[in-house]
Structure formats: structure tokens, C-alpha cells
């Protein structure tokens, strides 16, 4: 077979990748590899085969249906047909390829339940010259359709505009009968991926956009925004919900200011919790979609801790218990108990209860939440009623001060050594554990970020020893790019879905196929950045630690002139590798110019951030550098350079 990669493509397109859970089917080289049948798929620009979708289809089920078309095309050169199952049963002699809740699929006993696939898995299985492939839900469909492709024409997606197909004159049907499930049953990844639903579902991603609502399988799994508190319990004239304005003292009925504590809200107050779940329950109602309700907390620290009222005698009295509940049950056992009540009245409600909902709270590391309600020592919980009841998840976010240079087990990373404990602790009063975790520098985006050596190893702590179910990895929140964004979003995409993944494999497939003949200066390029990393940390006293908010200034001391400026000889060598192809393919080679362009900004960025030290006194040189910098940046979509900031502000400064 002749592989082509085709790029420049539309992101009509959506990707599987290989990830071992076939069950007839054996390993070689570490990748699944199913067997061929007798049976011709097609042959010659030809083919007897039929793509079948429901009568009634899915607005998933037809995408995954055209998808599957498109390719087939694309690999063999023969339009196949795509039409509705006519509620036909299933017969071994038809020639059809069966996509999602078809009657085919109906009558063939395949089964795709929630538990078995956990949720977005999928089966393809081999009936005579019929296959049938789909999943418990729309993404699951889409996600068999690209395995399917994935093993009868090696179907991958790199990254936007990099999709790779071999070109096929004569296809033997394989022989399927596989299932795959995601280690974890919901995958999020923002940056790239967060503003190209397509793109996320090409990677086998939860897409989080607004405008994934219902596009390629993606509902939305979640009702209320992350920290939630305020939308539950409005503090500003916020329409969304119909809701009033508790802190509006122009409106006696529902003015009560004593609810908001330096952020939060105050948790024992009798009034507020009877509030909290009527609230609540009008908004479930009111949002039709989701099946995970967020509970969080707002994004800062303070509670309330005790307050007194002046009663009708004018006796000062206690208003609320927060400060006798958080001295006997901590931060977190307060939370957790104000959440087990709201939980347990909300799903007194038969309309809410037959919905099948879970809540999911905050174990916070901003607030000191995420201190479990337990003894680290022994593990025992405080106290029972600070045990998340069975539908209450707690998600657990490891901020700063975390290091992610290290893996979270790791004994001698003294910044991990608490942030393992707490996750222990929390895995040992609940198997309900959500996670929201980091995955970049907000201080400084285009920073070289090598979390390589801890992002396989935290994914298999999280899936085999803490059980977590929802995943949400938080990237470059307001940006598209950061150091290696492409190759950070495919091994997260592909390490989220199975993290017993080989990571030298991926990445060294991924470097072939998006950066072509630019790869080995590519490669030596992350070979010459780590090794400095590498050595940093055995040589400096306090080693080599990478926090999600470490200011540049902090940072610069580990990186020399001379290793910046090998950096960018490298970068321009892969860019130079691609003058062939100026002239016979324009466009191929300003994309691939672009790619390495990418990193290029993210490195000169490095360099202006202490250009007074590596080249002091040199204004000329310096402007230069930043007008060539402002340019680079906005061909690659370079707009913000830290969370809040934008890039030119950044320029500006130095400018200045």
C-alpha cells in the first residue's frame, strides 16, 4: 500500500486512533491489528458495499455516515452508496457497512450499554460481509466509524489540516470484532480543541464549546458553569435564569447581603440552603440538556467564617454555625455536607430524579478545599455526614503551588507530596472523583513546557489507582497557541482515551506526519530543550519545577542565550527544509513554514522576556526583533501570551 497524506484538508474530517481493545484482534509492534477476510471490500475504484444509517437518523449518526463515505472514497477511489436501513433485519450476504441504532444493528444482538462502553465507547463486529458499528450514545458512533477507517485504510488525524489515509487499489474486508471504552468517561481539553468542535471530536475529545451543543455527538454534559455558586445564587442582575438579585438593596424581598461571605456564600444559613435548592431545581428544569450538574464554588478563597445578628432585644446572637462546622469537619467536610443536603432535596423531586443526574462539587485548591475530610495519617473520614453521598462527585484540582515537571507520585517532588496525599485521601471516602487539571503556565504561555515525563504517568494514576471519571485538562484558556500545542493536544487526546499508550511512538508518529521533512530538526529541537530542563534540575540546589503560575522572571535563569539561540538555528533549519517546495506546492509550504513558525514565536518570546540580559543595550536589535515578533505572532494566531493578556500588550511594554 502506498500511504498519502493529504493535508490542507477542511476539518470536515474526524479522526480514530489506534488504541488496543479488540477482541480478536493481536498485537504487533505494540498496535491492534485485526486480520484480513476473504471478502473484497472494494477494488479497482469499485465497490458492491452500502452504508446503512436509521430512517430516523441522528444528526451524529449522518455525520458519521458521510464521514465513513467521504474516506472510503478517498482511500479506494469508489463512491459508496449511503442510505436508510429501511428497516431491513440483518443478513450475513448483504454488503453493508451498518452506522449506529440501525435495524441492522437491532436484529444482529450486538448490545451498547452505558456501563459496558462507559458511555462514549463503541463495538464494530463482523457478520458474514455485514459490519456493524456504533456506540451507546453519538460520539460512540463516530468514534466507531473512525476506528473502522482507522484499521481498513490507517485513517489518522495529526492535528487541523493534517489527515493521513492510505490509498488502496483493492480493500479486504477485515475481520472485526472489537470494543473499545475510554478510560475516562469524559475527556476535555481546551486551547486548540476548545474552539473547533470538529477538530475535538476528530481526537476523540469532549468538545466544551457552545457551539458543540449538539454538533458531532456532543450534548452538553454540563449544566451551570464551573464555579456556579453565583449563577445558583445571584449577586448581579443576571437574566439567564430569571433569578433575582440578592444583593440588590433596592429589592427588600430578596436582599440579603449576609449571604455573600468574601466570595462564597455562607453555608449554614438555614434561608440560603432552602434557596440553593429551590433555585436549583428551577434551573434543572428550565435546562433540558446535561447530565452532570456543577456545583463549584466561586474561583476565590474566602468563606464565611461565623457571623452575629442583632435580635429584636438588641442581643448579639450567632446567625450561623460556619465556624463550629469548619474547626470540627474542615474546609471540605463543610462543603460536602451543605452539598449532600442540596443533592438529596433537589432528587426529592420526581421530575429531576427520573432524569439520571449527578452533581459534582469543587475539592479546590484556590480555596484549600481540596484538603479531604479525612486524617492523612490514617485515612479515616472526620465524620460520616462528610461523606459525598452516591451522587455527588468531588472534582479535584491540583493548582499551584503543584508541580506537573513530576509526576503526583512522585516521593521526592517536594512540591507533589501533599497533592498526593489528598488524593488518596479523597479516593478513600468516595469512588465518585472527578478531576480538573493544568497543563500549561497561565504567566506565560509560550514558555517551554516539559511535562512530558509526568503526563503519562499522572493520566494511569488518575485511571488506575484514584478511579476518576470526568476528566477536564485545562489548557491555554483564551489561546490557541503555546510551546508544541499541536503535539501537547494529540498526545493528551490520545493518552486521555487509553493512558497505557506509548508515548515515544506517538510522538514519534506525530512528528513525521506534521512536521515531514522538517522532523528531525523538529526532534532535535524538544532533544535540545529537555536536556537543558534535564540538566537544570540535577545541577540547581531546588532542581527544575513547573508550576501552572510561574512569572517569566522566574523562569529565565534556566535557560541560557546560547541554548535559545541553538534553539532557533534548529527551528530555521526545519523551515529551511521545506524550500523545496516553495515553488512545486506553494500552499504545502507555507504550512509547514507555519508549523515551525509556531514554535519559533514561543522562543523568541523566551528571549525578549530577558533580552536585556542576553543582549543588554542593544535597542536596534531589540526592535527589530519586535517588530519581526509581532508579525510571526499574528500569522500564528498568537494573541494572548498569559491568561488575561494579549500578545500586543506584551509588545507594547517592551516597546515602551
Not at 75 to 99: F, H, N, Q, Y
Not at 223 to 232: F, N, R, T, V
Not at 509 to 529: S, T, V
Amino acid at each position: 500500500m502506498n500511504k498519502t497524506i493529504k493535508t490542507i484538508l477542511t476539518l470536515a474530517l474526524a479522526a480514530c486512533f489506534c488504541l488496543p481493545a479488540a477482541a480478536c484482534a493481536e498485537k504487533e509492534g505494540g498496535k491492534t491489528v485485526i486480520s484480513d477476510t476473504d471478502i473484497v471490500l472494494a477494488e479497482g475504484g469499485r465497490t458492491e458495499y452500502s452504508v446503512v444509517v436509521p430512517a430516523q437518523a441522528e444528526a451524529s449518526e449522518t455525520y458519521a455516515a458521510e464521514l465513513l463515505a467521504e474516506q472510503f472514497e478517498a482511500a479506494t477511489g469508489a463512491a459508496i452508496e449511503v442510505r436508510p436501513d429501511g428497516g431491513a433485519a440483518l443478513s450475513e450476504s448483504a454488503k453493508v457497512l451498518s452506522v449506529g441504532h440501525t435495524s441492522v444493528l437491532e436484529s444482529s444482538g450486538v448490545t451498547l450499554g452505558k456501563e459496558e462502553l462507559n458511555e462514549d465507547g463503541f463495538k464494530i463486529e463482523r457478520f458474514g460481509n455485514t459490519v456493524v458499528m456504533g456506540g451507546y450514545n453519538g460520539r460512540g458512533t463516530i468514534y466507531s466509524v473512525q476506528e473502522f477507517l482507522k484499521q481498513q485504510f490507517g485513517y489518522e488525524v495529526y492535528a487541523v489540516g493534517e489527515v493521513a489515509i492510505d490509498s488502496v487499489d483493492k480493500a479486504m474486508l477485515k475481520d472485526f470484532d472489537m470494543t473499545e471504552v475510554p478510560a475516562f468517561r469524559e475527556r476535555a481539553f481546551d486551547g486548540l480543541a476548545a474552539y473547533n468542535a470538529e477538530y475535538a471530536t476528530s481526537l476523540r475529545l469532549n468538545a466544551s464549546t457552545s457551539a458543540a451543543e449538539f454538533d458531532y455527538g456532543n450534548s452538553r454534559d454540563w449544566i451551570l458553569a464551573a464555579h456556579s455558586y453565583y449563577q445558583i445564587i445571584p449577586r448581579t442582575n443576571d437574566p439567564t435564569y430569571g433569578l433575582p438579585n440578592y444583593n440588590d438593596p433596592n429589592d427588600a424581598e430578596h436582599y440579603h447581603p449576609e449571604w455573600f461571605a468574601s466570595g462564597q456564600l455562607c453555608l449554614t444559613d438555614p434561608d440560603l440552603k432552602t434557596t440553593f435548592v429551590e433555585n436549583l431545581k428551577s434551573i434543572i428544569k428550565q435546562t433540558p440538556y446535561g447530565k452532570i450538574v456543577s456545583l463549584g464554588e466561586n474561583d476565590g478563597t474566602g468563606y464565611c467564617s461565623g457571623r452575629t445578628e442583632t435580635d429584636e432585644n438588641g442581643n448579639t446572637v450567632k446567625a450561623c454555625s460556619c465556624a463550629e462546622e469548619r474547626s470540627a469537619y474542615g474546609l471540605s467536610g463543610y462543603i460536602v455536607r451543605f452539598m449532600n443536603d442540596v443533592v438529596n432535596e433537589v432528587e426529592k423531586d420526581p421530575e429531576i430524579a427520573s432524569r439520571g443526574l449527578v452533581y459534582c462539587m469543587f475539592g479546590y485548591t484556590a480555596s484549600g478545599s481540596i484538603i479531604p475530610p479525612v486524617n492523612l495519617d490514617t485515612g479515616e473520614i472526620v465524620d460520616e455526614s462528610c461523606r459525598p453521598c452516591d451522587k455527588l462527585y468531588v472534582r479535584v484540582t491540583p493548582l499551584n503551588p503543584v508541580c506537573y515537571k513530576h509526576a503526583f507520585s512522585d516521593p521526592d517532588c517536594t512540591y507533589n507530596q501533599n497533592i498526593y496525599q489528598y488524593f488518596k485521601g479523597w479516593k478513600g471516602i468516595t469512588d465518585n472523583i472527578a478531576v480538573w487539571d493544568y497543563n500549561t503556565n497561565y504567566s506565560a504561555y509560550y514558555f517551554f513546557y516539559d511535562n512530558f515525563d509526568s503526563l503519562k504517568t499522572n493520566l494511569k494514576f488518575y485511571k488506575d489507582e484514584i478511579g476518576v471519571v470526568y476528566l477536564n485538562r485545562e489548557n491555554t484558556t483564551g489561546s490557541e497557541l503555546r510551546s508544541l500545542v499541536d503535539l501537547d493536544t494529540y498526545l493528551n487526546a490520545k493518552l486521555m482515551w487509553d493512558p497505557d499508550e506509548n508515548v515515544g511512538e506517538l510522538m514519534d508518529d506525530f512528528m513525521e506526519h506534521f512536521y515531514k521533512e522538517g522532523a528531525p530538526y523538529m526532534q532535535r529541537y524538544i532533544d535540545l530543550m529537555r536536556s537543558n530542563v534535564n540538566m537544570m534540575a540535577q545541577t540547581r540546589t531546588e532542581g527544575y519545577h513547573l508550576l501552572c503560575y510561574q512569572n517569566p522572571g522566574d523562569i529565565v535563569q534556566y535557560w541560557p542565550k546560547r541554548i535559545l539561540e541553538q534553539a532557533l538555528d534548529l527551528l530555521e533549519q526545519a523551515q529551511a527544509a521545506y524550500l523545496p517546495l516553495r515553488e512545486s506546492d506553494p500552499v504545502l509550504y507555507e504550512t509547514l513554514y507555519n508549523r515551525v513558525l509556531k514554535e519559533s514565536v514561543c522562543v523568541r518570546y523566551m528571549i525578549l522576556s530577558n533580552f536585556d540580559t542576553y543582549y543588554p543595550g542593544n535597542s536596534e536589535l531589540k526592535m527589530t526583533m519586535l517588530d519581526a515578533f509581532e508579525a510571526d505572532a499574528e500569522i500564528v494566531q498568537g494573541t494572548c501570551y498569559r491568561e488575561g493578556s494579549s500578545t500586543s500588550d506584551f509588545i507594547e511594554s517592551l516597546r515602551g
